[in-house]
């Protein structure tokens, strides 16, 4: 059965670390038995219908990266320069999508163990023609404190939702609200939010705790104790 290459995909990986200690980017760090950004890299390279992944790095790594970066499929690997925010970096892998792309998947590197099950339903759901948002419930009770830390009332937690990557999207929504993003120069936080803001109808697809976000030093200690326990 041939499978038609049209899926692309934008690896955010242009942070500059600057919660961590050292001067080593996170994206670089080794966790799980590999360094944190080729986890992601090389999960998407085992999908057929992934025509190309470009990689975003920091623009003093984007001429020069680590040589272990080219442990995958180089033949679907590109190299795009990072922005000064997290949506300029996304937009300029989009402007290095091949011709052929017709879905878009915006993944952070900083989600190294993201499950390959979360991936499939995000592209499903773009192949649909909706962006697809990976997120979980949100199962704490929230409050709202003020700038002093009193508390000013509790958040009704029903509908609520923590936002993950991957996202997945048409590639005409996705480049459609990034080209309104950058004529504003108001980007989000994530891209579904851009998607949102056009009127796009954007879904959410479970996702799995295992895809935490490494932010923080003690995030890998945690990520990796995670990943032992799931295994």
């Given at each position: 059965?041939?499978?038609?290459?049209?899926v692309?995909?934008?690896?955010v990986?242009a942070?500059?670390?600057?919660?961590?200690?050292?001067?080593?980017l996170?994206?670089?760090?080794w966790?799980?038995?590999?360094?944190?950004?080729?986890?992601?890299?090389?999960?998407?390279?085992?999908?057929d219908?992934?025509?190309?992944?470009?990689c975003?790095?920091p623009?003093?790594?984007?001429?020069?990266?680590?040589p272990?970066?080219?442990?995958c499929?180089?033949?679907r690997?590109?190299v795009s320069?990072?922005g000064?925010?997290?949506g300029?970096?996304?937009?300029?892998?989009?402007?290095d999508?091949?011709?052929?792309?017709?879905?878009?998947?915006?993944?952070?590197?900083?989600?190294?163990?993201?499950?390959?099950?979360?991936?499939?339903?995000?592209?499903?759901e773009?192949?649909?023609?909706?962006?697809?948002?990976?997120?979980v419930?949100?199962?704490?009770?929230?409050?709202?404190?003020?700038?002093k830390?009193?508390?000013?009332?509790?958040?009704?937690?029903?509908?609520?939702?923590?936002?993950?990557?991957p996202?997945?999207f048409?590639?005409?929504?996705?480049?459609?609200?990034?080209s309104?993003?950058?004529?504003a120069?108001?980007?989000?936080?994530?891209?579904?939010?851009l998607?949102e803001?056009?009127g796009?109808?954007?879904?959410?697809?479970r996702?799995?705790e295992?895809?935490?976000?490494?932010?923080?030093e003690?995030?890998?200690?945690?990520v990796?104790?995670?990943?032992r326990?799931?295994?």
């Open positions: 059965m041939t499978v038609t290459r049209d692309g995909v934008v690896l990986a942070g500059a670390s600057s919660r961590l200690k050292g001067n080593e996170k994206q670089f760090r966790i799980g038995g590999k360094p944190m950004l080729l986890h992601s890299l090389q999960l998407f390279h085992q999908r219908d992934v025509a190309m992944v470009v975003v790095l623009r003093q790594y984007a001429g020069d990266p680590p272990w970066i080219f442990q499929d180089v033949d690997l590109l320069v990072g000064k925010v997290r300029e970096s996304v937009l300029h892998g989009l402007e999508m091949p011709d052929e792309v017709r879905i878009v998947v915006v993944h952070d590197a900083a989600r190294p163990f993201v499950t390959m099950e979360v991936v499939d339903a995000v592209i499903a773009a192949r649909n023609g909706r962006g697809a948002v990976a997120a419930p949100v199962a704490d009770t929230l409050k709202e404190v003020d700038a830390g009193r508390i000013v009332r509790t958040v009704a937690r029903d509908g609520l939702w923590r936002a993950q990557t996202q997945a048409p590639r005409d929504m996705i480049e459609w609200a990034y309104e993003a950058k004529r120069q108001a980007y989000a936080t994530d891209c579904a939010a998607c803001r056009q796009a109808e954007v879904v959410v697809v996702g799995s295992r895809a935490a976000k490494v932010t923080e003690s995030d890998f200690a945690l990796e104790a995670m990943t326990v799931a295994t």
